[in-house]
């Protein structure tokens, strides 16, 4: 193995010095090929009366339907790095560790088509004519937003793509800009010279740290993206649009409690157990990790048990720990009784409230109230 392992010697120096350019799309993530779309197949098999049906349900359950912008961004997301066993903690949880362009395309593709655009108007969902749909793809590990270029594309949608860019240019170096001088990242750059080096960072193949992910989430909160727009949420919520007005039969609440809080919970008692007890729910540290079966876990070395949950370097920066470990905060902007209806269709959620590993709060008219043995409090905030 010692001899052989020279055959490998150029390939090692390539990884040694990484290049500075970015990750090509089928890199970040093999499942995505511009070239290739039999992956989203199974959806294009579905009939008209059925994609109806599903985006009847999805695009409110997003904020839409009652009006429309004219360009509408479909955004997944995905992460880019090297020689990390736990690579699939940076794409997305909802994906099954995979990035999330396949969704968005699938979307864009049902939303241009004429026919299902008829039946979403006669259920109430009325798109107008010149409403483009964009699928398109953050990488998480450099704050870069890519329109995704599918054969698929209308004419329309890579005009507007275009149109679009100068935009996505601007709001890539602002979030670039707030990384600066943190996280090994030298301050006083410029963004090119910012963007350089965070690709770098997902190239190298000895970068315990590629990105810190969702480190540090706190917080779940389904309201008008009015009532947080001037908050400062330091990356640590994750924000759903939702107007209870326009729910009321709980329907989108129930879902939105089912779904979209049900994957934050997982996400954050994935970080809760690897800094409270990383003997058992974390996985020690990553320089010594072997994979176990491709993709069952790792062991720590060569002996011992196997390890699921996060390395010590996911959560810990070498001098402080980079998550705080709290149960997840839920706060939903809607009446207490429409709260109740949507908790007693999903027991499950209810469970886990009564129990306290989720603090559910809710914005009344009077400020924030806690739910807490039964009741509704004023929240001590």
Request: charged share 20%.
């Amino acid at each position: 193995m010692e001899s052989t392992g020279l055959v490998k010697a150029g390939k090692l120096l390539r990884k040694v010095f990484p290049s500075k350019a970015r990750a090509s799309l089928a890199e970040v993530d093999p499942w995505l090929n511009d070239n290739d779309h039999a992956v989203i197949s199974a959806g294009r098999q579905l009939d008209t009366p059925a994609i109806v049906a599903a985006l009847s349900t999805i695009l409110p359950a997003m904020g839409l339907g009652k009006t429309f912008p004219r360009t509408v961004l479909l955004v997944g997301h995905a992460s880019h790095s090297s020689n990390n066993p736990q690579a699939s903690a940076l794409q997305c949880g909802a994906c099954g560790g995979h990035g999330g362009h396949l969704h968005v395309l699938l979307l864009s593709e049902w939303l241009q088509q004429a026919n299902v655009r008829s039946g979403l108007a006669a259920a109430g969902l009325p798109i107008p004519p010149d409403t483009v749909f964009l699928p398109s793809l953050h990488l998480t590990h450099s704050d870069e937003l890519h329109v995704l270029q599918s054969p698929v594309l209308t004419a329309p949608q890579r005009q507007r793509a275009q149109e679009l860019r100068p935009l996505l240019d601007q709001v890539e170096a602002a979030a670039r800009a707030r990384r600066a001088g943190k996280d090994g990242v030298p301050a006083g750059m410029n963004d090119a010279e910012l963007l350089a080096r965070l690709r770098q960072k997902g190239h190298h193949w000895a970068e315990t740290r590629p990105e810190w992910g969702l480190a540090n989430n706190a917080f779940f909160i389904a309201a008008p993206r009015a009532r947080t727009a001037a908050l400062d949420l330091h990356g640590r919520a994750f924000l759903h649009e939702y107007v209870w007005r326009q729910d009321p039969d709980a329907r989108r609440l129930t879902g939105i409690l089912a779904g979209p809080l049900m994957v934050a919970h997982w996400i954050n008692m994935q970080y809760f157990g690897s800094v409270v007890d990383t003997k058992r729910f974390g996985s020690g540290n990553k320089l010594l990790h072997n994979v176990v079966g491709g993709r069952i876990g790792v062991f720590e070395g060569n002996s011992g048990d196997l390890r699921i949950g996060l390395s010590r370097q996911s959560v810990h920066d070498g001098q402080h720990w980079r998550h705080q470990p709290l149960r997840l905060a839920v706060c939903l902007d809607a009446p207490a009784a429409l709260i109740a209806l949507a908790l007693s269709q999903q027991p499950e959620v209810a469970r886990l409230i009564g129990n306290g590993w989720l603090h559910l709060y809710r914005i009344a008219e009077g400020g924030v109230e806690q739910w807490h043995d039964g009741e509704w409090h004023v929240a001590a905030l």
